[in-house]
């Protein structure tokens, strides 16, 4: 599986990005697709996770309201609409995959692929 960030850049606080994430190869067992982000100097935390069976999902708090993670399984793609981004969200975003559905989403070592990363700014 091969996974492929785009739609990162630069924003103002309180603007909006969205992050694409889309997936190539065999990813029929990719059962839990999340984002997670690494600030500099920090730990990789877990954004979003949706599970790709029935599109269910689940957020961060620090983030709970603020994005949306959705689907669209005919493309293979994961999206994560961020809007009223505050500074504290400026970091390097990754889309994850896991073959199966993991117990704690938010742990980036249950994940069996990842994407490059896309960066995001907010000032």
């Known amino acids: 599986v091969q996974l492929v960030e785009s739609g990162g850049g630069s924003v103002q606080a309180g603007g909006s990005l969205r992050l694409s994430c889309a997936a190539s190869g065999y990813t029929g067992s990719s059962k839990c697709m999340g984002w997670f982000r690494q600030a500099p100097g920090k730990e990789r935390e877990g954004v979003a996770r949706?599970?790709?069976?029935?599109?269910?999902?689940y957020y961060a708090d620090s983030v709970k309201g603020r994005f949306t993670i959705s689907q669209d399984y005919v493309k293979k793609t994961v999206y994560l609409q961020m809007s009223s981004l505050k500074p504290e969200d400026t970091a390097t975003y990754y889309c994850?995959?896991?073959?199966?559905?993991?117990?704690?989403?938010?742990?980036?070592?249950?994940?069996?692929?990842w994407g490059q990363g896309t960066q995001v700014t907010v000032s």
């Open positions: 994850a995959a896991r073959t199966g559905y993991p117990g704690s989403w938010y742990l980036p070592r249950v994940y069996n692929y």
């Open positions: 949706i599970y790709t069976d029935g599109g269910s999902t």
